[in-house]
């Protein structure tokens, strides 16, 4: 199946490809108010940090088409509501909270209110066209690292799907692979919504990109036994001292690749890097409803008195990254500097 536009905004609605159909059908979701965006972001419709940022911002046009229709003005204490419903939905991702913001800077900005539609929607189409470009330039940078022959292992999905478009972690292999280097890639299934097994093998499929994919517990095994090159992953939030909130999972890789001498990477736009956050402690780290552990879709896996618990991200401790890869270049330790140059350039 060959794979669509994943996210367009046409005539005030926005259209999202349902991800939690994928691989094996291709359902858009049409978005016309703003409960429509909220779900479509809290019950994973779509996902990924870039993504959901992007989406938001389309979220808060949408939002603001209704308000104007219905009395004519939109007022900055209706810009807080919305921005706070939205910001609401999920707590990890910071590129949510900035793409929400950016918003409320060009609300700021806005002397006639009679163009604050038209502003408004060139905002969010610019959010979006940023994300793919900047995700296009992290991963031209990154391609550098990847050396032909390479097997990378990645978790989770932080393909073009979790992105405006392009992807990051997933784009530093495709730019490389677009460079002819022969890659391999092993893709952890990542569960329990398997974005691994649902998103991030089909995208390199797509793309003809050698993908294996293996449950989360292999890793380890894999680092031991296995030639693993390199390691790549995505973000969903970067402190100032480099700590990184990403997929659960993302941790216990990290620590077995320092174990076996394996680089670990973090691909992420400076979008997704937190200047008001200091260490990894402080990260919000959001807990999903504890059904989606005990039911594989529909089926139910364990008995319903069972009790289970399923947190969406951990923090993988600067000190185990070797690098992060961004649109303004290769960050390398100490992190804390090359991270302050990204907030203040
Ligand atoms: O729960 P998800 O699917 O939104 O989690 C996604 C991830 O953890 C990705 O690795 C991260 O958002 C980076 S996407 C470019």
């Not at 005990?294 to 993988?316: G, M, N, Q, W």
């Amino acid at each position: 199946m060959a794979m669509k536009e994943h996210i367009f905004w046409k005539e005030g609605s926005l259209f999202l490809l349902d991800q939690r159909k994928l691989p094996f059908s291709e359902e858009f979701m049409e978005c016309t108010k703003l409960g429509h965006v909220e779900a479509a972001i809290s019950t994973m419709v779509v996902r990924g940090a870039p993504l959901i940022g992007v989406v938001a911002a389309y979220g808060v046009v949408i939002a603001l088409a209704g308000l104007l229709s219905k009395k004519g003005r939109v007022s900055p204490a209706d810009m807080a509501r919305v921005s706070g419903r939205l910001i609401a939905t999920r707590p990890t991702a910071v590129n949510l909270a900035w793409a929400v913001e950016r918003m409320n800077d060009a609300y700021g900005r806005c002397k006639d209110h009679d163009a604050l539609l038209d502003l408004m929607t060139a905002e969010a189409v610019a959010i979006h066209a940023e994300d793919v470009e900047n995700n296009r330039t992290l991963s031209r940078l990154g391609a550098a690292l990847i050396h032909d022959g390479d097997t990378i292992l990645t978790h989770c999905n932080a393909g073009a799907l979790a992105t405006g478009g392009y992807g990051t972690a997933l784009g530093v292999i495709r730019a490389a692979h677009e460079e002819g280097k022969g890659i391999k890639v092993i893709a952890t299934e990542t569960r329990p919504y398997f974005q691994g097994a649902r998103l991030t093998a089909y995208e390199l499929t797509e793309q003809g990109i050698d993908v294996e994919l293996v449950p989360d517990n292999h890793a380890g095994l894999l680092l031991y036994k296995q030639k693993i090159d390199k390691i790549i992953v995505g973000a969903d939030r970067i402190t100032r001292n480099g700590d990184t909130a990403n997929k659960i999972g993302t941790y216990m890789i990290a620590l077995a690749a320092r174990e076996h001498g394996v680089p670990f990477y973090v691909a992420a736009p400076v979008s997704t890097f937190d200047r008001s956050t200091r260490t990894g402690g402080e990260i919000v780290i959001e807990e999903r409803d504890s059904k989606e552990v005990k039911y594989l879709r529909k089926t139910p896996i364990t008995l319903d008195c069972i009790k289970a618990r399923y947190y969406s991200f951990d923090v993988t401790p600067a000190r185990y990254i070797s690098a992060f890869i961004t649109e303004k270049g290769v960050i390398e330790k100490p992190f804390k500097t090359g991270i302050t140059r990204l907030h203040t350039s």
